[in-house]
């Protein structure tokens, strides 16, 4: 889209805010009252809490900030501070009922289209290139993809359901298990990208030694054979905190497995089935992502590594939007968007592929690095310093390329998003790297 025009720009806007709500509602119209209101996990907002703070958010950010309204129900702001309270107290807060939620979101949204036809989109840093209105949408984008992991937490009969992903392509047996990322420097982060957010600035030079990186995300199948080798009793593949935590939580297969006799089962969104050899492994923590690649003979890759290799085009030297190049992301490049319910096999999506060689660094599964969430030289924490600067530390480690519960307007080369290593109700697998020898 050309994003210079601002007609071409609103209609750009109010589609992206659109198709965030569309997939709201489908996720939350399919639930009743109780389901809506109760909390499936303790990590997890009762959905009716997601909801609302949608709608907060976007009044908050667009019609308050942008738009200079005051406040429509103040009274409620609170309840949808994320950092007032907890998920784990959401459920016993005086939360606004389903209806009421909606009709609260539906309302905002109307003045919200008022005011993208009514306001300039440069003149003010939260107006240049509708950052606002591109921010919002990605942060309603962001609850509906957790808003799907507490559906997949969700006891109980399926209510979603989508087309299984493509089948892997024909090549995809006969690729090289790794490729080689040469040595030198790139560009990474940001400038341009006009709806990144603070975290992904500034763009700056990374000179980083050649080194090796799967062409696909670890399968179950090669997870399965960690497992069969003991690789759980074996504190040699686990860091201390890995080790404590594993041996604490009782950790032994990715959350949602099963055993069955010598198959194992996966539960999926309400149903039950048996493990995907070919697809790249999802609910792992970084503390068994990790292990498994000490097992391996290997590493996680750094998160320079991961956008590098995601980004870097050796013929221009310069760094693109995404593996593919420049152009948004459509169905031919990645499993993104939750058009899927589920990792497309491995090795797919060859129209995706990075110059490296290396396939479904977007979409998919998330991908644990091995780095820790730190701003980047220069950073300034813009508009909220609550968005990222808050979380930046050790204590979080970065997730990179986003997964089939992402939607395009929330994923680019550039975007990180960060969890505890402990987590694994989030869409996440990993790659693994290594040194080239003698570099
Ligand atoms: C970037 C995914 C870590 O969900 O906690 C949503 C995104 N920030 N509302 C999160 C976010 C504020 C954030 N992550
Ligand atoms: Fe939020």
Redesign the pocket.
């Known amino acids: 889209a050309d994003r210079t025009d601002p007609a071409l720009l609103r209609e750009l806007i109010a589609a992206e805010l659109e198709s965030a709500r569309a997939r709201t509602a489908g996720l939350t119209d399919c639930l009743d009252e109780p389901d809506l209101t109760a909390q499936h996990s303790p990590l997890m907002s009762p959905l009716v809490w997601d909801l609302a703070h949608i709608g907060n958010?976007e009044e908050l950010w667009l019609l308050r900030n942008v738009g200079g309204r005051d406040p429509m129900h103040p009274e409620i702001d609170p309840l949808y501070d994320?950092f007032e309270h907890p998920r784990a107290e959401r459920p016993s807060l005086p939360l606004l009922p389903p209806a009421e939620a909606r009709r609260y979101a539906h309302e905002v949204r109307g003045r919200v289209l008022d005011l993208l036809e009514a306001s300039p989109l440069e003149g003010a840093p939260l107006l240049d290139a509708g950052f606002a209105f591109g921010m919002i949408a990605q942060?309603e984008q962001?609850?509906d993809e957790?808003m799907l992991a507490t559906h997949q937490l969700r006891a109980g009969a399926a209510v979603l359901a989508a087309p299984p992903p493509p089948a892997a392509p024909a090549d995809a047996t006969g690729l090289p298990a790794e490729v080689l990322v040469p040595a030198g420097p790139f560009t990474m982060g940001t400038d341009t990208e006009p709806w990144a957010l603070d975290n992904e600035r500034p763009a700056h030079r990374v000179d980083l030694p050649a080194y090796w990186l799967d062409t696909a995300p670890v399968t179950n199948g090669a997870y399965q054979a960690f497992i069969a080798d003991g690789g759980y009793d074996d504190p040699r593949w686990w860091t201390p905190q890995g080790w404590e935590h594993r041996t604490n939580a009782g950790l032994g297969a990715p959350l949602f497995w099963s055993r069955d006799g010598d198959q194992w089962l996966r539960r999926r969104f309400g149903g039950t089935e048996p493990v995907p050899a070919d697809e790249p492994v999802l609910h792992v923590s970084w503390y068994e992502a990790d292990a498994y690649a000490r097992w391996a003979g290997r590493r996680l890759p750094t998160e320079a590594e991961w956008e590098k290799a995601a980004r870097h085009d050796p013929a221009s030297g310069r760094s693109r939007r995404f593996p593919w190049g420049d152009a948004a992301p459509g169905p031919e490049h990645a499993n993104l968007g939750q058009r899927h319910l589920q990792p497309a096999p491995a090795s797919g999506y060859p129209a995706g592929q990075a110059p490296c060689g290396a396939r479904q660094l977007i979409g998919d599964v998330w991908e644990w690095t091995a780095s820790d969430f730190l701003p980047y030289p220069g950073f300034r924490a813009w508009p909220y310093k609550e968005?990222s600067e808050v979380?930046f530390g050790p204590e979080y480690k970065v997730l990179r390329g986003g997964s089939f519960a992402v939607a395009p307007v929330a994923c680019r080369g550039t975007f990180r998003?960060?969890?505890y290593p402990v987590r694994r109700q989030i869409f996440a697998g990993f790659r693994t790297a290594r040194d080239q020898e003698g570099a």
Do not use: V
């Open positions: 958010q994320a942060h962001q609850h957790t968005y979380f998003n960060w969890d």
